[in-house]
Structure formats: C-alpha cells, structure tokens
C-alpha cells in the first residue's frame, strides 16, 4: 500500500505560480513512476507530467516549457512547478504512482485561476 499527500493548491491570478507537493509512504519501495493528472469539471481525469524512478519525465504538450515536475527521493516527495498559469488550467489536481501491481491516487487538491 501506497499512502499519498498532497498540498500546495489555491487560488492564483493569471501568469502566477504555484507549486504541488506530493509526499508518498507506504510500500514506496515500489514506487516505478510518480506523476500529476488534472481533471476540471465535466472533463476526463488527463495526464499532466510524470517521472519515472530513473528520472525520465514527459509531459501533456500543453504544458511543456511551463510546468516542471521533480522528485525528491530522500523525501519521497513529487513536486509539480507551475509557471505562468492559464485560466484553463484551472482543475483538480490528483498525484498518482504506479507500482509494479496498480496505481495509488491522491486525494486531489484544487488549482483555480482566476482574475
């Protein structure tokens, strides 16, 4: 078992920042990939960047070059970097890991951008 926490979500104006925090206990052992969905209202659960335990990350074209995910392994802690927010990326934002037998989900926290 996975156990996830996140943090960092609020209210932001356009072209802010905001930083996600996402620290993982449990059976992190396992832990092959760790990464950040969103999901806004009405609208499927999509992918938002995501890095393996060898450091490989990729990311929805729509974020390349604003978003930054990094991991701490020390700390077992997934960030999400986001730069220069758009009202668009308003959402839910739902931390994931997958292990060798399933996927562990966050509770989500929520992002708002919003002028």
């Known amino acids: 078992q996975v156990q996830l926490v996140e943090s960092g979500g609020g209210l932001v104006q356009p072209g802010g920042s905001l930083r996600l925090s996402c620290a993982a206990s449990?059976?992190?052992?396992?832990?092959?990939?760790m990464g950040w969905y969103r999901q806004a209202p009405g609208k499927q659960r999509d992918l938002v960047a995501r890095i393996t335990s060898g450091g490989s990350t990729n990311y929805q074209d729509s974020d390349k070059g604003r978003f930054t995910i990094s991991r701490d392994m020390a700390k077992n802690t997934v960030y999400l970097q986001m730069n220069s927010l758009k009202l668009e990326d308003t959402a839910d934002y739902y931390c994931?890991?997958?292990?060798?037998?399933?996927?562990?989900w966050g509770q989500g926290t929520q992002v708002t951008v919003s002028s």
């Open positions: 449990g059976s992190i052992f396992s832990i092959n990939a």
């Open positions: 994931a890991v997958d292990t060798l037998s399933r996927r562990y």
